[in-house]
């Protein structure tokens, strides 16, 4: 299902299958909610020790990568060089162990995933010695740093973002969108039918409560 199609099913839950004026005032807060509680679904479901599906998965393909100073990220003495992507990538959900980021790879060494490790070991790795470390990723203020001794044009990302929709500021390598209205959904879909319980169920007295809007006149007064 997409995006859409899950925030009229909520909607239709809202207004008991009738259609009303005010939609496109509603529509805009369920869909904030939908992102909401799959966030938390997902975290509930990895803190409690089961596996991460697959359908939660994204992936931004073709990230460029640029030479920037070590210092940017307490690795290195300034006049080090370290490798960095040159845009910064959506937020990814958090757990009790980790973030969400799965998967970092390039077309230059298939099949070798880089070993992804937190911020805090990034200054212990030494200089000069990345190969026989293998590749090693890590994220810092939003930007993916790459320890290597090969130098990378592009690399690919997969992780399990907060926001689904902020991937439609990136391009596949075949320049296309990695996410629009049209785009599935990353969810799986028995976690489909419990969001939209959830989001109903939770959202669904607060938001009428205060809104005391008895008339459908798109206005929202």
């Known amino acids: ?13 809202f207004y008991k299958g009738e259609t009303t004026d005010d939609t496109n005032l509603v529509l805009p807060q369920i869909k904030y909610w939908i992102d909401i509680t799959r966030s938390k679904l997902i975290r509930n479901s990895i803190n409690k ?20 100073d070590a210092s940017e990220c307490n690795c290195e003495k300034s006049g080090c060089v370290i490798q960095r992507t040159s845009l910064k990538l959506p937020t990814t959900i958090e757990t009790n162990q980790s973030n969400l980021l799965l998967n970092v790879s390039t ?31 890590f994220l810092h203020n939003k930007y993916l740093y ?3 001794d090969v130098l990378f ?26 996410y629009s209205e049209d785009s599935e959904y990353p969810m799986s879909n028995h976690m489909i039918d419990d969001l939209k319980k959830m989001v109903f169920d939770t959202n669904y007295r607060i938001y009428f409560n205060s809104q005391e809007d008895d008339i459908n006149d798109s206005a929202g007064k």
């Not at 299902?1 to 839950?13: G, P």
């Open 153 to 178: 044009d592009k690399i690919s990302v997969s992780a399990v973002f907060q926001n689904p929709e902020d991937l439609k500021y990136f391009k596949s390598c075949s320049s296309e969108n990695c």
């Open 107 to 137: 077309s230059l060494i298939p099949g070798k995933p880089f070993t992804i490790i937190p911020f805090s070991r990034a200054p212990y790795i030494k200089a000069g010695k990345f190969t026989n470390k293998g590749n090693i990723a």
């Open 146 to 148: 790459i320890l290597s």
């Open 1 to 13: 299902m997409t995006k859409n199609q899950i925030a009229y099913d909520i909607l239709s839950l």
């Open 49 to 68: 020790g089961q596996s991460i599906n697959p359908d939660i998965i994204q992936t931004i393909e073709c990230l460029n990568v640029e030479i920037v």
